[in-house]
């Protein structure tokens, strides 16, 4: 049960981050896209739900050099 209230919690905490990214030079788009994101030449600006924006930008860059599950 504390399981349960543990992941209720951790999504009352969650907020929307905007980070930016800088795109690796081999990236291509391979299957679902996880984000909503602007592309603009090297970059992407991408929006993340995450409960601080350090957390929202290692799930940008995981996603982005392709470690993401």
Do not use: W
Request: with cysteine; proline share 3%.
């Amino acid at each position: 049960m504390d399981e349960v209230k543990d992941i209720i919690n951790r999504i009352k905490r969650l907020q929307e981050f905007k980070v930016c990214v800088k795109l690796p030079e081999q990236f291509a788009f391979n299957g679902k896209i996880p984000y909503d994101m602007e592309l603009d030449g090297s970059t992407a600006t991408v929006h993340v739900y995450a409960e601080t924006a350090t957390e929202a930008q290692q799930r940008a860059e995981e996603y982005f050099n392709g470690l993401a599950t």
